[in-house]
């Protein structure tokens, strides 16, 4: 077996079998002048599993006194100071426990110049950087820092490729640093970091002047991503319990965040109701509302997306009763002024813990008329006094009311031009008359909420067939020279 002196350009033979390995030629320490454009890289860094590149590296440390010194233990040392630095490009953490760095020579003998330890994850962008030796000191942006665990990581300058493999024996990247410069002395970094594709790659002084490489940080000093994200979560009640059988009772939800090292441990309760009901507040307790199965989840806070459920049943639940309503308009208004204005109700329910808290909206119309919609949006039909009505939709039978009065709605123009209409006979079976002070123009039959469902062009005192017309409340508008009466008439 053949044992390759990399640094000292030795090659000693350890057997007598005859297949030597030829090893590559002694590391050169010539400082070359840097080139100050890209250069064109064939193969620099082919990514096989597309989950972990090498953004930085560091074969050729300078021998320039301390300018070297990468690890900034304070010594320079052309062993120790060489660095890869590997990102994980993924957005989720990445366990490279077992994995193994080797150079070109110690790749055929199987040899690795690094062992990556049990229980080494990377965070998603984030940074592990592996010197050659020495005692690494700082920060490193917050980067994973290691050492060589041979002691030495061997990188020439030349005719080597960098390989990674992961536990399982498969060879997840390789470098070639055959297309780089021979003697740098600095790193080679990606530029732009992390982005930049395997043609990218400059002498770090060619982006910052002087400053010879950035190990665990971007180019010009900013840390990589250093937090780890959730990768599922397990939602359980207290002490595993999946009832509530109390009545009003209550169940604190509980969330166990995997890995236990994630960076953010929070997370948002919400309950989704199914054939049961209950609410969920943010810290987890769930209170039952209703017989039945509910749905518990809680999401994690962080980037990661993920999160985790749980089916509560729920029984034993007497439902809270609404006992009151209590009916308002908008700021305590209790009028529409403005024609075709409208007002926004609003029912407050009693008890406030009432198990239903929905309403249905109807409207009574009285003198006047209007239509409301399911939210409670009154709209003003014709002049005179609505009753706005809440119903409870918890079987209860309570309702709330509030009579509003409504004018001003198309009436400014018949009295300004002294018109009156008369509709008869009022409720009305078949025919309905209208009788008036001056020459009617056109006439539309309309529904309580403004749909027109008849259009007729008449005579004075016209006459109306109202008999195909369904039971209830209908509007009549008449159409006049510069003026319009609406008027209120129920069919029988």
């Known amino acids: 077996m053949v044992n390759l002196m990399k640094k000292q350009g030795l090659l000693m033979n350890e057997s007598e079998n005859s297949n030597l390995i030829v090893a590559r030629s002694i590391k050169h320490k010539i400082k070359m002048k840097r080139v100050l454009f890209i250069l064109p890289i064939l193969m620099a860094c082919l990514q096989l599993s597309g ?12 021998n320039t006194e301390l300018l070297g010194d990468a690890n900034n233990d304070g010594v320079y040392s052309q062993a120790e100071d060489e660095f890869i ?13 077992g994995y193994k760095i080797f150079d070109s020579a110690n790749f055929i003998l199987d040899d690795p110049n690094h062992l990556i330890p049990d229980g080494t994850i990377i965070p998603p962008l984030g940074a592990l950087v592996v010197f050659g030796g020495g005692t690494p000191t700082g920060t490193f942006g917050g980067a994973i820092v290691q050492t060589s665990t041979s002691g030495n990581m061997s990188l020439n300058n030349t005719g080597d490729i960098v390989y990674l493999v992961d536990a399982e024996g498969s060879t997840v990247l390789t470098f070639d640093i055959e297309p780089l410069s021979d003697n740098p002395n600095e790193s080679y970094t990606r530029s732009p970091d992390i982005t930049g594709d395997d043609a990218s790659f400059v002498q770090h002084g060619n982006l910052i002047p002087d400053v010879l490489f950035s190990p665990g940080t971007t180019f010009d000093g900013m840390p990589f991503n250093t937090a780890f994200v959730v990768e599922s979560i397990a939602v359980q009640g207290a002490e595993g319990a999946t009832e509530i059988t109390d009545n009003q009772g209550t169940l604190q939800m509980e969330a166990m965040i995997m890995p236990e090292f994630a960076s953010d441990q929070s997370v948002t309760w919400s309950v989704e109701n199914g054939s049961g009901s209950a609410t969920i507040d ?29 089916v509560i049943t729920i029984s034993g639940q007497t439902a809270v009763l609404v006992e009151t309503i209590v009916v308002t308009g908008d700021g305590g208004a209790t009028s529409i002024t403005e024609n075709g204005g409208g007002l926004q109700m609003s029912a407050e329910i009693f008890p406030v813990d009432a198990a239903d808290q929905s309403v249905t909206w109807s409207i009574e119309n009285g003198t006047g008329s209007g239509t409301i919609d399911e939210n409670g949006f009154l709209e003003a039909l014709t ?14 039978g309570i309702i709330g009311s509030l009579e509003i009065t409504i ?13 009156e209409l008369s509709v008869y006979p009022n409720p009305a079976i078949d025919v309905l008359y209208l009788k008036s002070t001056e020459q009617v123009k056109r006439i539309e039959i309309l529904t309580v909420d403004g749909r027109v469902i008849q259009n007729i062009t008449v005579l004075q005192d016209p006459k109306i067939d109202i008999s195909q017309l369904a039971t209830g409340s209908y509007l009549v508008k008449a159409y006049f020279d510069g003026a319009e009466v609406t008027s ?5």
């Open 85 to 97: 630095e590997f990102i994980n490009t993924t957005a989720a953490n990445l366990d490279v426990s």
């Open 383 to 396: 002049d005179g006094t609505v009753t706005v009505i809440a119903t409870a939709n918890d079987g209860s």
């Open 407 to 419: 004018s001003n709605q198309g009436s400014s123009t018949a009295e300004r031009y002294n018109v």
């Open 282 to 310: 943010e810290n987890g307790l769930l209170s039952a509302t209703g017989n039945g199965e509910v749905t518990v989840t809680a999401t994690a806070n962080d980037s990661s997306g993920v999160s985790g459920s749980a």
């Open 51 to 62: 989950q972990i590149i090498i953004n930085e590296i560091c074969y050729d440390p300078s």
């Open 488 to 492: 209120r008439f129920l069919k029988q």
